[in-house]
């Protein structure tokens, strides 16, 4: 299917690696201009290498942090006028909820909530008035099924939720659209660490850890992060117009309920 947004501008945060990357990945081969934008320049200059060369696409890194205020403002100088926003960033840390003083809970609000609402905000207005705009947020499976031990995660995705669920409904009449995907298991780096940690907790070995995580997914294996980046492409597309304010799991069957 031709996604008919060849020519496209975006901006993808968290995209050297991981489902960031995979997004730029895919939006790039449909012919998408795209902003890449992750903190470590050595990283984030090689996945731009490594995007144009499988695409042909224009790809630019911006080694910058996202969650921060001049982080946003070298994005959006390297792209003003984007048609299609990918907000992400790395999630924060599990723990003990009974350990997380004001600062960490601000953090992780700011990491995972205001980073993206900020973001909306500088250019849902510039989509509104071009009469197109495909915003897609990287949130978690753990929105519909908390983790405990992901409490910061688990809150300060939920407030995203909440804010997007009444602005993309303030946004639709101008064929601008307001997404969330919940990635399930994807083994990323940062997946690969989390089973570390578990496997440690639980004095297993890696391995070990890794076939019991597996045993939990329906599909029976962990997602490949280009699977996560096709369905993001396909919600920043022309067809997609009429998808908006949805959370939707890609998690290989592992949330049992019906709904
Ligand atoms: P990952 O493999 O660790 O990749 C994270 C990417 O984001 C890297 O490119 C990293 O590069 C960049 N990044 C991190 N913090 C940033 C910041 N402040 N500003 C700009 N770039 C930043 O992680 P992932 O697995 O793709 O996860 C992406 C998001 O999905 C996270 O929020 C994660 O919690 C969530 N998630 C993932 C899974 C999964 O199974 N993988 C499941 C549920 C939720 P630098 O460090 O160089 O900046």
């Known amino acids: 299917?031709?996604?008919?947004?060849?020519?496209?501008?975006?901006?993808?945060?968290?995209a050297s690696a991981g489902l960031g990357r995979a997004c730029a990945m895919s939006l790039a081969?449909?012919?998408v201009?795209?902003?890449?934008?992750?903190?470590?320049?050595?990283?984030?200059?090689?996945?731009?290498e490594e995007i144009a060369a499988a695409t042909g696409a224009n790809v630019t890194?911006?080694?910058?942090?996202?969650?921060?205020?001049?982080?946003?403002?070298?994005?959006?100088?390297?792209?003003?006028?984007p048609d299609i926003l990918i907000n992400n960033a790395?999630?924060?840390?599990?723990?003990?909820f009974r350990d997380w003083d004001r600062e960490i809970w601000f953090s992780a609000l700011n990491n995972n909530m205001l980073a993206s609402v900020f973001m909306i905000k500088d250019t849902v207005d510039g989509m509104i008035e071009r009469g197109f705009g495909r915003v897609v947020n990287i949130t978690s499976s753990a929105v519909k099924a908390p983790i405990g031990?992901?409490?910061?995660?688990?809150?300060?995705?939920?407030g995203l939720t909440g804010f997007v669920a009444g602005t993309s409904r303030e946004v639709a009449k101008h064929n601008v659209t307001i997404n969330n995907v919940l990635p399930g298991d994807f083994e990323t780096e940062r997946h690969i660490d989390n089973t570390r940690a578990m496997a440690k907790l639980k004095d297993k070995d890696f391995e070990e850890m890794r076939q019991i995580r597996q045993?939990?997914?329906a599909a029976g294996r962990f997602g490949d992060p280009s699977e996560f980046g096709e369905l993001c492409a396909y919600l920043c597309s022309n067809q997609a117009g009429f998808i908006t304010g949805q959370n939707m799991l890609i998690d290989g069957g592992k949330y049992p309920g019906t709904f």
Not at 1 to 14: E, P, Y
Not at 33 to 48: F, G, H, L, Q
Not at 90 to 96: D, E, L
């Open 149 to 158: 031990i992901l409490g910061l995660s688990n809150a300060a995705r939920a």
């Open 33 to 48: 201009d795209v902003v890449i934008v992750s903190r470590t320049p050595e990283n984030i200059e090689k996945a731009a």
């Open 61 to 81: 890194p911006i080694a910058a942090d996202i969650t921060s205020d001049e982080g946003r403002a070298a994005a959006l100088a390297a792209c003003p006028e």
């Open 29 to 31: 081969r449909e012919g």
């Open 90 to 96: 790395g999630g924060p840390p599990s723990g003990n």
């Open 1 to 14: 299917m031709d996604l008919g947004i060849a020519g496209r501008k975006a901006i993808v945060g968290g």
């Open 215 to 217: 045993g939990l997914v």
